[in-house]
């Protein structure tokens, strides 16, 4: 399945329409980009629904949101829930502020999601719909582990029910859930989370992988999820071999994605069904 899924990415090209923020807008195109994907930016409301109507995929992330992308944020996704094209969110600090907040809220009313991706403290907030995050980042506090996996499992699932999409949490350990059916992966390195906007990129590599496969939204996910982790492994590796720091992290990051095949991908990822 994980095999058919790869190569309907490279074989499919899916057209991936993205409102991001501006902090990571480039990192976002070119990790689409190196995994065989392509990517377009447009936010402004008069453009929108022409983007998205010749796209397999939509990707909203709130980073850097204001009121003008909210709008066109809403006017996307309606229009891909018309076409049935799938749609990811990534509430990015949803929990900082009340202005991401309600937005989140919003987003999840008015647009049928197909996958919502963030971290621990992000999904955490949406489920209490609380400002709880005192940034963008995870806080140390809600790092998944062995000794808590269960709760965000379980938090993941609720979610995902309410929902109707599918709910991947990442972390040093990653959850994908559509709630009857869970995928841990415990591929990825620290150091990526010392590199803006690696979450940034998965979700935008999330929505190549289900535009190429719409119609198995859950295992899309969680092989972009893997093949995310396994590129930062390995570019880690080798940026530390070479006495290197994030700067080549990051590079090595795409530079992995862009030659990742099906050998690599199926001796590398560490995936499992709980």
């Known amino acids: 399945m994980f095999q058919r899924i790869f190569k309907n990415v490279q074989e499919r090209t899916p057209i991936v329409h993205c409102i991001t923020n501006y902090v990571t807008v480039n990192d976002v195109a070119n990790i689409i980009l190196a995994s065989g994907a392509w990517p377009i930016m447009a936010d402004d409301i008069e453009e929108v629904s022409d983007i998205t109507s010749i796209c397999n995929s939509l ?3 709130i ?44 987003l999840l009313k008015e647009i049928k999601l197909s996958v919502i991706r963030g971290n621990a403290s992000e999904i955490k907030a949406i489920l209490n719909k609380t400002e709880t995050s005192s940034g963008v980042d ?20 609720e979610i995902s029910k309410t929902n109707n999409a599918v709910v991947a949490i990442t972390g040093p350990i990653d959850i994908v859930t559509n709630g009857k059916k869970t995928y841990l992966i415990r591929n990825g390195d620290k150091n990526m989370g010392r590199i ?30 893997a093949a995310m982790g396994l590129c930062g ?34 001796g590398g990822m560490k995936i499992e069904v709980k």
Do not use: W
Not at 82 to 103: C, F, K, N, Q, Y
Not at 234 to 262: F, H, P, Q, V
């Open 196 to 225: 803006t906007g690696t979450g940034c990129m998965l979700s935008g590599l999330i929505g190549g992988f289900i535009g190429a496969n719409s119609e198995n939204i859950l295992e899309s996910t969680a092989l972009a999820v």
């Open 138 to 157: 995870v806080s140390l506090e809600d790092n998944i582990n062995e000794d808590n996996i269960d709760e965000y499992i379980e938090m993941g699932k």
């Open 59 to 61: 990707v909203l992330n």
């Open 63 to 106: 980073g850097t949101l204001n009121s003008r992308t909210i709008e066109s944020m809403v006017k996307a996704g309606k229009k891909s829930n018309e076409l049935i094209h799938p749609v990811v969110l990534d509430p990015v600090g949803v929990g900082a502020s009340r202005l991401r907040m309600d937005t989140t809220l919003r």
């Open 233 to 266: 492994e390995l570019a880690n590796e080798k940026s530390i071999g070479k006495g290197l720091g994030t700067g080549s992290l990051r590079t090595y990051l795409i530079d992995y994605m862009s030659n990742l095949n099906e050998e690599k991908l199926n």
